[in-house]
């Protein structure tokens, strides 16, 4: 078996055993494996609203998943998506609020600033990592509670309108469509999913094909080659954090954009930057890879609404994400089973 | 006489690869028998076999006579098997009586008796003339000394073979020396030994008889004593080997490399370089001789831009280069064949055509507008992989994937390949089989041919004998010494590297 076909394989079968496990689980606890998984396909396709609503889950998904993938393989561990993903929300949703402009400006200024918002969150801990060697998760994970305190201070007092929220930004900033819309009867899908499918193709062609993206993958996988190649470790560091954090923003963006159209205060972190640590580990850190586990975790996460229709808890759901995450990252084990099944076939 | 172990006809097969096939090794009661092959013939997988930790597809082990099946290495433990591996496995924080005891801990009511440890590792260590400090810590002795406590640790379990695996590889000359008086004592006390390595020198003075694999199979068993260094090396290569580099009289021109008061420091902050003074001149390759670990490394890396430099001047072509980024050294003009080609040398998750432009990725027509141009870049991998005869399945497979001398072909390829001013070659032989460290060689006097200066810093007298032009012998990150390879021996060498002075080293001229 090619190596290609094992690194394929490995995350499906983590897949099946997370459900195959998810489902035992249910057994035990006396429920119907079937009505449930039944129901959370009902409510995953059951009609085109819940597609629509799938489309929109997706959407930050694909783009926080990217975020750590992107950084991952430059050999740093972001856990501040979340955090880079709030700012960016915030500056968004600001941008949308505070200026009055044609949607052709508005809404790439919007996302330029979420962009922004999110690329300089991530810059620090990259420049505290590249001048000081401070470790990346310790910042980036304090950056995520500072980034949550920060935002609801700044709706609470500064953009309230009312019930702890921002006032709604300017149609012209919307990402939403009337059109697509009606399409889905009325779901809160909006133009933000082309916007993450063109972000995938953005960070395959930047890491593959271009210069730069050559320094940052050989940084990843070899700090003392790449230095010895000539290549400044300490600024392609940055760069990665940068980048990672952009697309962490712009993540943001999609939230402030295209679903809510305004920030409320946050009670606590949203899953979303952490759900990417998620996506990103199930999609090998690729760009297709992310595009296909950001579209299984939507589709759970929007199918598991409607599995107390059949009387089992959504929180089941949220038990095979996890069964799921766990065997991917013990895919060393399913790895072993799957070299020992090709060797089998050899003979 | 009787045979200790007996390796009859044994087959290992991984996958389609075939890395043992037919091989016989029989090792009698008290001999130093070596086991000699190129790099990748199937030395280890043969001596991982024996001891447990592959099982072979056909053939028999016998011990003493009778057939055993060693299924694990806890098997070959109990029959008297150890192995002194290469790369220590010693717990740097531990003493030489902790990592000796490790696994076979002496207690008394749940607490580990050190004192009657000690005792049993001190007595074992006069026993065999090893002259271990049963209470120094690991990280505090010389390489050579925790060679011993390897030897130690084997002895302790009771083993009465013992698998040398490329001992010599760290060890300086002097400790070589002692290593093959350590073997001879050994024997005398009834052990066996088996040696793994491709030195023929060591095999000449050391071992009685000797087993040939070349690529997987047995080509059959020798008498040392009825051989000679040629026949061996042609038995391992499979064709006649020149050990005399040839080359013609070397004629230096103009000064290509000028240092001057040098200091740097190492990762700890001492200083590793006190001082260090050095010219290199256009066409001469001028080798640097010493021990390891007196600054060689931090010299080359403050040249080369790797580490920065405290104090002092580099110049190439008279052109300043101290405190240059890396990047702006190389453009100067300098070509470097590291040291350890997995961390500096090779990307080894890029494939090897990708690892062929490391130092020139950047530059047209690799890269255009910031996009790569695959196509050339791979076009220029093909030409260096036949031009250096890098054996690789194909330019897409990965660094990690090839053998060590084709890693370091393809470096030497890519240094070469930009034509510098200045090469500097640290360790380019290291862990090589003959033939390729022939083509290295060639490959340097070829620059220095060419009219290009060549620094080679090498642990290898012979190796530095045999190439340079001029030997700077370093000790405690200074020049003591600038030798002519013909007028000097490796006596001489040997103590000045060990700190001696001139006088006292003997007569030898400045040159």
Not at chain 1, 215 to 239: P, W
Request: aromatic residues 8%.
């Amino acid at each position: 078996m090619s190596k290609r076909l094992i690194n394929l394989l490995t995350p499906i079968f983590a897949v099946l055993l997370g459900i195959i496990l998810g489902t035992i689980i249910m057994l035990v606890s006396g429920y119907n494996p079937v009505d449930a998984f039944i129901a959370l396909g009902q409510g995953a396709f059951g009609d085109v609203y819940q597609t629509g609503e799938v489309v929109r889950q997706v959407t930050p998904y694909i783009l926080a998943g990217l975020a750590v993938a992107f950084a991952f393989r430059v050999g740093l561990f972001n856990i501040g998506v979340e955090g880079q993903f709030i700012v960016g929300w915030l500056a968004a949703v600001w941008v949308g609020v505070t200026f009055e402009l044609p949607t052709i400006i508005h809404i790439p200024l919007a996302i330029l600033a979420a962009m922004l918002a999110g690329g300089l969150w991530a810059f620090i801990p990259g420049l505290l990592k590249a001048r000081f060697r401070v470790h990346e998760v310790i910042v980036t994970i304090m950056m995520n509670y500072i980034a949550l305190h920060v935002v609801n201070y700044i709706v609470n007092t500064k953009m309230n309108q009312g019930s702890s929220k921002t006032g709604k930004i300017h149609e012209t900033a919307s990402l939403r469509s009337e059109w697509l819309s009606n399409l889905t009867t009325g779901s809160s899908i909006h133009w933000g999913i082309i916007i993450a499918i063109i972000c995938c193709f953005i960070m395959w062609f930047l890491l593959e094909k271009t210069t730069r993206g050559f320094e940052l993958r050989a940084v990843g996988f070899n700090q003392d080659a790449a230095h010895y190649a000539g290549m400044s470790v300490n600024k392609n560091i940055i760069l990665s954090m940068v980048i990672s954090g952009c697309f962490a923003g712009i993540a943001g963006a999609m939230e402030g954009l295209g679903t809510f159209g305004y920030m409320a205060v946050q009670g606590g972190f949203t899953g979303v930057g952490f759900n990417g640590i998620a996506v990103a580990l199930l999609g090998g850190n690729t760009a297709i890879g992310v595009f296909f586990a950001a579209l299984l975790f939507g589709i759970l996460k929007i199918g598991a609404l409607s599995m107390p229709l059949a009387g089992v808890p959504k929180e089941l759901v949220d038990i095979i994400i996890a069964l799921i995450v766990f065997f991917v990252a013990a895919s060393y084990m399913i790895r072993i089973v799957l070299e020992r099944f090709s060797k089998k076939g050899v003979k | 006489m009787e045979y200790v172990i007996e390796m009859l006809n044994i087959r290992k097969e991984f996958g389609g690869f075939v890395a043992n096939d037919n091989i016989t090794l029989q090792l009698k009661k008290g001999e130093i028998h070596a086991l000699l092959g190129e790099n990748g013939a199937g030395k280890s997988t043969l001596m991982n076999v024996l001891f447990g930790l592959y099982q072979p597809e056909q053939g028999e082990i016998r011990v003493k006579g009778k057939p055993v099946h060693i299924s694990n290495p806890n098997i070959a433990n109990d029959l008297g098997i150890g192995m002194v591996h290469q790369h220590f496995m010693l717990v740097d924080k531990f003493t030489v009586t902790e990592n000796i005891i490790l696994g076979k801990e002496i207690t008394s009511g749940g607490q580990i008796n050190l004192k009657k440890a000690e005792k049993e590792v001190r007595d074992i260590s006069e026993r065999y003339g090893l002259a271990v400090d049963p209470q120094a810590r690991i990280s505090d002795i010389t390489v050579g000394m925790q060679q011993r406590v390897e030897i130690l640790k084997t002895l302790y379990r009771g083993a009465e073979i013992l698998i040398f695996d490329e001992p010599t590889a760290v060890l300086t000359p002097q400790e070589i020396k002692e290593l093959i008086q350590i073997m001879k004592t050994l024997i005398k006390e009834g052990k066996s030994i088996i040696l793994i390595t491709h030195k023929l020198k060591e095999i000449m003075e050391v071992a009685d008889r000797c087993t040939v694999i070349r690529k997987g199979k047995g080509i059959g068993t020798v008498n040392v004593s009825e051989t000679n260094p040629n026949e061996l090396a042609s038995l391992m290569v499979g064709r006649e080997v020149d050990f005399k580099t040839e080359k013609i009289q070397a004629s230096p021109k103009h000064d290509v490399l000028d240092i001057k008061d040098l200091i740097v420091k190492d990762s700890r902050g001492v200083s590793a370089v006190r001082g260090l003074n050095l010219t290199v001149r256009a066409g001469e390759i001028v080798g640097i001789a010493g021990i390891d670990g007196n600054g060689q490394s931090e010299f080359i890396e403050a040249i080369t831009g790797l580490r920065k430099a405290e104090k002092g001047s580099i110049k190439l072509n008279g052109k300043e280069l101290f405190g240059l980024p890396s990047r702006k050294i190389t453009e100067a003009g300098i070509g470097h064949i590291p040291q350890d080609r997995h961390k500096h040398g090779l990307v080894l998750n890029y494939p090897i055509g990708e690892n062929m432009v490391l130092q020139t990725y950047y530059k047209k027509p690799f890269s255009k507008t910031g996009i790569l141009n695959f196509k050339e870049i791979y076009n220029k991998a093909r030409t260096l992989i036949k031009e250096f005869d890098v054996r690789t399945p194909s330019e897409y497979t990965l660094a990690r994937a090839l053998s060590g001398g084709n890693q370091q072909k393809a470096i030497i390829g890519r240094e070469v390949d930009r034509n510098p001013d200045l090469l500097i070659a640290a360790q380019p032989t290291r862990g090589l089989d003959v033939g390729a460290i022939e083509f290295i060689h060639k490959r340097l006097i070829e620059q220095r041919d060419n009219g290009k200066a060549v620094l080679l810093v090498s642990f290898e007298l012979d190796e530095i004998m045999n190439v340079s032009d001029r030997i700077a012998v370093i000790y405690e990150g200074q020049i003591v010494a600038v030798v002519n390879p013909k007028e000097t021996s490796e006596q001489e060498l040997g103590l000045l590297m060990a700190g001696s002075n001139r006088k006292e080293a003997g007569e030898g001229t400045h040159v």
